[in-house]
């Protein structure tokens, strides 16, 4: 969660110190949000909370491809695969 007292810094502090204000990012773990003439521009994450973001919305984007392909017919029915996936268990 953002601290709106210690992680929100105009693009130009961010530039002037961007080395702090990593080392801050790092340590608390939390993103930093960049200002241009104080409005919210960009969000500053550390590499692994990117990747963990990322992760979860891939998995977002998955289920809402397969929520939209049941809506359509696709598909098959939940049933079916576990008992194909138990029939290739048995014959190993």
Do not use: C, W
């Not at 992680?7 to 993103?31: A, C, E, Q």
């Not at 017919?73 to 576990?82: H, S, W, Y």
């Amino acid at each position: 969660m953002i601290d709106v007292t210690q992680d929100i810094h105009s693009l130009t502090t961010f530039k002037r110190n961007s080395s702090g204000l990593m080392k801050h990012m790092k340590k608390t773990g939390r993103p930093l949000v960049l200002t241009v003439k104080g409005k919210a521009e960009a969000v500053l994450l550390d590499a692994a909370a990117y990747q963990e973001v990322a992760s979860q919305l891939d998995a977002v984007a998955s289920i809402r491809r397969g929520l939209a392909e049941a809506r359509k017919g696709a598909g098959r029915p939940a049933d079916e695969v576990f008992d194909e996936l138990d029939r290739e268990d048995a014959n190993g």
